[in-house]
Structures are given as C-alpha cells and as structure tokens.
C-alpha cells in the first residue's frame, strides 16, 4: 500500500480538499432577466408618461385666447375673439371697431372712447404732461372666466398705421382719478373702466390697439 501512494504522488496526483473527485464542472451564473423585466412596475410608469405626454402632445395647440368656453351664437356676431395676427376669428381683415366687445383669455375689452391730442391728464394738484401728447383708450375689462385675473395696464399695446408700437403710460393713467385699469385683480363676472394713456409724437394718430389679458397671452387687436 505504502508503495502505491508514493507512486501516486510521484506521478503529481494529489487530492484536492473540498471538492468532489471525478470530473467536476463549475457550474455558468445564472442568467439576469433585463432591466425592464426586473422592474415591472418603474416600466409601467414609465410607459404611462410617454403615453401622455404623447397624447398631449397632439390634443394641444388650442387657442391662444385662454380656455374659456366659446360665447353663443347670439353673441358671436358682435364679440371677437384674440388672435396674434391682427385679424378678428370673425372673419376678414377689418379690426373691430370701437364699442365692440374683444375677448383675450378671461377678459372681455371693450373700447368705448377714443381721445387725441391731450397735453396734460390729471387734477390740478396731480397731474402729467406728455413728452408729446397723449392719446386716451377709455376701455371696459370684463372677467368672463372661472378665477381671478390680474389686469395690468402696461401689457396693452397700441399701433400706428405704420406699425409702430406704443406702451400705456403707467404714470400718466395713475394721475386720472378712479382710474380702475392699471394694476387692478377682477374676480369671476366683475367688471372696472378706465383709461389707457399713451404718449406719442404730436401729431400721430393711433389706428389699432392690442389688449392682453397677461403678458403671456396672445392677444386681441381692435380698431381705434
């Protein structure tokens, strides 16, 4: 015996501790599943976002004026609605004329005078004078929406006939008493009037006004 186990090892045949004598394989990891078959749940948020998303995505694109309901058709033919390119929804390129409700967003404008050529505004003790002169937009701002809105008077705009664009002047309208359309919050149905002031050159002659009823709006032109 003693002679065959020193021929054993002579011929480098030595037992390894701890694993099993004839032929043994390591046995391959096992497979990982991939990571969406692992996390079924986060793959399942995952696919509601996209379908959103994607559904939002191509239901969007609606009107610029806000989200208020449509006015009836016993109301459409004397209101229109903002539009960006200086057009009325009505129809044509003619711009509504003075007296006739505009609507941007939640409010509803309605210009209901125009003055030109005024050196001065206000009272005898506050008062303004134009660096030009001042031409006066008398408007009615009606919420026609669900919520409060924010009415401010120097996201109005005016035009010429060339283009050429004017700010309300904030400064000259605070000098007009009981004037209600420079930084004023309307709730749901509430109406104000008031006065948007604009210095311009002596001699020029506004032709169109653009009402907002933010700045993020885009806004509703009528004809001065």
Do not use: C
Not at 18 to 38: A, S, V
Not at 60 to 65: D, E, N, Y
Not at 160 to 188: E, H, K, R, Y
Request: no cysteine; proline share 5%.
């Amino acid at each position: 015996m003693n002679d065959e186990n020193n021929t054993f090892q002579q011929q480098g045949h030595y037992p390894q501790q701890g694993y099993p004598q004839g032929g043994w394989q390591p046995q391959p990891p096992p497979k990982k599943k991939i990571w969406f078959l692992r996390h079924k749940f986060l793959t399942a948020i995952l696919a509601l976002v996209l379908i959103v998303g994607f559904g939002s995505a191509i239901g969007g694109g609606g009107s610029k004026g806000g989200d208020d309901a449509a006015p009836s058709s016993s109301s459409k033919s004397k209101t229109s609605e903002g539009n960006s390119d200086g057009g009325s929804k009505d129809g044509g390129d003619a711009l509504p004329a003075v007296g006739t409700p505009v609507r941007d967003g939640k409010f509803e404008f309605t210009i209901t005078k125009v003055e030109r050529g005024k050196k001065t505004v206000g009272q005898q003790y506050v008062s303004e004078t134009a660096q030009g002169e001042y031409t006066l937009v008398h408007v009615t701002v009606k919420n026609i929406g669900d919520q409060q809105q924010g009415l401010s008077d120097s996201d109005q705009k005016a035009m010429d006939a060339s283009g050429t664009q004017f700010s309300a002047d904030t400064m000259a309208g605070a000098s007009i008493q009981g004037n209600d359309v420079l930084f004023n919050q309307i709730n749901p149905g509430n109406q104000v009037k008031g006065v948007l002031v604009f210095d311009v050159p002596a001699g020029t002659k506004l032709t169109q006004i653009e009402l907002h009823d933010s700045m993020f709006s885009g806004g509703v032109k009528a004809a001065l």
